[in-house]
């Protein structure tokens, strides 16, 4: 049932920040500023972890990865799920493999599964559908607990995905001694804070639907982000194909002079997602170049990245301020509602988009 909304992906859109908290809630002690992490898994003795997934799914590994990284000091390697499951890539007897996957059933993330568990490793499974055949196979699973998706394009799954990810990662911060108690509860804190951040974040949608009505004009557009920004970005530009059929591409901010600068013209719109952390200033320069190309650039960004910009050409989408750690989860939902309104715009069918499926159970 789609309630008052005209389709599914744009009422699971506003579904977010329940989803979300409610994902929180059961990932993280609130009261008491702890991550409560699933039995089976010891990252306090993995050596490395191993993620891979398909599609939105794996860009939400793709945060993850910087996140256990940078909070855990967990080495990760990930991996799309047709090239994990082939590359017979050797995996450690004291290594973690974590798979993603919102259906469970995904043919590419099931047979990776598969060869990571005849390697001897530990599967860990993050899937909202409980009874899937992944969640069935993996050792420990990890429920996202957002109930059923049924847009094609995925967004609160995502956004569950990235709950639960960010819960595991300060938790295998804690057990790995990288993270303190103070720490950790200042995390936890933090991301407690986000059901009330993605609220402010889905009031800019008339905003938003504004901008979506130049977008629908054009036939490219890039995204680019730095860090975390850096998967939001390419995760934006796959919601963009899929359910406008604008050609979109996702680029680390700094492999734009690598390259995709050659595309830049007064055609060429240049989504930014660059909350004011500290890289924002090298996003700045990237700026900088697209502007002197005529390129048009949409940041989206906070108040301290909308006053440090300062560049003319530039439509600003303003976020509240927030700790850098949980932006990947705010910062989403400005991108999945401008490849929302684009679609609307040019009356594609939403939540059906043309040769996709929900669920991709053959290779
Ligand atoms: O069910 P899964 O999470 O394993 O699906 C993975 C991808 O097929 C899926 O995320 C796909 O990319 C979506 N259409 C993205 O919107």
Redesign the pocket.
């Known amino acids: 049932d789609k309630g008052n909304h005209r389709h599914f992906m744009v009422k699971e859109i506003h579904e977010q920040p329940e989803v979300v908290g409610h994902a929180l809630a059961h990932y993280l002690d609130l009261a008491r500023g702890e991550a409560r992490l699933p039995e089976g898994l010891d990252f306090a003795k993995a050596d490395r972890l191993a993620i891979t ?6 860009y939400a590994g793709f945060v993850a990865k910087y996140w256990f990284e940078r909070l855990a000091r967990l080495p990760v390697d990930i991996d799309i799920a047709s090239e994990f499951r082939y590359r017979e890539q050797p995996l450690s007897k004291d290594g973690i493999t974590m798979v ?7 043919a590419d ?1 099931l047979a990776s599964l598969r060869y990571a568990r005849s390697e001897g490793q530990r599967i860990a499974a993050v899937v ?1 559908v409980r009874e899937s055949t992944i969640a069935r196979e993996a050792d420990v699973v990890l429920p996202l607990l957002a109930g059923p998706e049924i847009g ?4 609160k ?2 956004t569950a995905q990235l709950a639960v990810l960010a819960a595991t990662a300060i938790g295998a911060g804690k057990a790995r001694g990288v993270l303190s108690g103070t720490e950790e509860a200042s995390l936890v804190r933090a991301f407690s804070e986000v059901p009330r951040l993605m609220h402010e974040a889905l009031k800019l949608e008339p905003q938003i639907e504004a901008l979506a009505r130049e977008l629908s004009k054009v036939r490219h557009c890039l995204y680019l982000g730095r860090g975390t920004s850096y998967p939001i970005a390419l995760e934006g530009a ?2 963009l194909k ?1 359910i406008s059929y604008i050609h979109a591409e996702g680029y680390a901010a700094g492999e734009l002079k690598h390259g995709p600068i050659a595309l830049i013209d007064e055609e060429m719109p240049v989504v930014v997602i660059a909350p004011h952390d500290r890289l924002f200033e090298k996003t700045v320069s990237n700026m900088q170049e697209v502007a002197a190309r005529g390129g048009r650039i949409i940041l989206i960004t906070d108040p301290a990245g909308r006053d440090a910009a300062a560049i003319d050409t530039v439509e600003t989408i303003v976020l509240p301020a927030m700790p850098a750690a949980v932006t990947p989860l705010v910062y989403a939902i400005p991108v999945q509602l401008l490849a929302y309104h684009t679609a609307v715009i040019m009356g594609t069918d939403v939540d059906q988009p043309r040769n ?1 499926a ?3 159970t053959v290779e």
């Open positions: 997934a398909c599609g939105t799914a794996y993603i996957s919102q259906s469970g059933e995904t993330t909202n094609v394009a995925s967004t799954a995502f796959l919601k899929e996709l929900k669920s991709v």
